[in-house]
């Protein structure tokens, strides 16, 4: 569903950037401090509702301004139709996001109108940070794959957050946490199921994207489920109640699963180099994004400061492969790098200056 137009006011040092971009390849040149990053930013907070450079949302609206506003036409491909989207977000911290011009009630229906994929220098966050962080990641492609996710997901969550308000109560006894326990663990189980399921299929994609890259990498994906693998959900969650009531929390369940990137030497972290790293998490989003695309659902691709850590061949493979994935792409960087790489004449590539907070069409 690639973006038609984008409307941007009022976030960072953007006042008023409005363009049209191209359904394929935009990249967006600039020095630092231009805006480059904040219209990324703007696109993804349009998707997810949030920034992915700060969780406070003060940061991003501009300067002595009261709120900010992204709005986009996208394309509707069942219908042919262009569908319009936008989000307001206030200084007081309220949000208003419309689809059609109808208030949403929840931002889920944003992105899985418009979802989008980040490749940015944080992006080893995603080997370095905690195990949610992955569990965000892994889940964002299921809730993708799996319309049952979300409603099991939902339902599970709550499930947990009750049992953990008995559990810090204490002075409950294990029969009555058993009958709270009944629907924690049906709901839990489908949640578990769906990031086997979904894991399953990333793999070889993720394989394949990694060789692709010309990484000469080997590297496994394991699902640690959040508790003994040996075991079903019931008979981890009946083995843990007396220990959960004693200490007043939930041990085990799909809150405690993380994804295990591993090479042959042992975790990704500790044994490949931060340009390797790179490499990784890049073959992740991507793979995970061909995955999406090959479902028939429409993907946006940000690239953030492209050239950071990646050398001249691995940035024209990294161009290449989001190339031949068939999605709508934003590349930033400061200067020349990105244009190494030789986009295919067929493809329609457009260049934007971004200049004090103003873009322009090369
Ligand atoms: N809340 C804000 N209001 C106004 N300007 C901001 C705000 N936050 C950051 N800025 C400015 O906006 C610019 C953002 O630049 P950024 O998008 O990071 O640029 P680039 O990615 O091109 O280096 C910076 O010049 C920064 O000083
Ligand atoms: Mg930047």
New binding site residues.
Partial sequence: MPLRRLDICNV??LSNVRFEPSPQVNLLS?????????VL?AIHLLSVGRSFRSHKHK?????ETNECVVFAQVENPQTDTLLSIGLKRLRDGEIDARIQGNKIQSLVELTDVFPVQLINPDAFRLLEGAPKTRRQFLDWGVFHHNPDFINAWRGWHKALKQRNTLLRRGKISIDLLAAFDQELIRLGSIVNQCRHEYLARLLPVFNTVLARLNSGLEVTLQLYQGWDSQKSFAEAVIASQSRDIESGYSHTGPQRADLKVKTAMGDALDTLSRGQQKLVVSALKIAQGQLLVDSGKPLLFLVDDLPAELDKEHRAKLCQLLETLNSQIFI?SVGSEMMDYRWSETTDVRHFS?TN?ELSHD
Avoid: D, L, P
């Fill in positions: 960072r040092n600039g020095v630092n401090g231009s805006g480059k990053t904040s930013e940061t991003y609206i501009q300067n930033t971004m907070g």
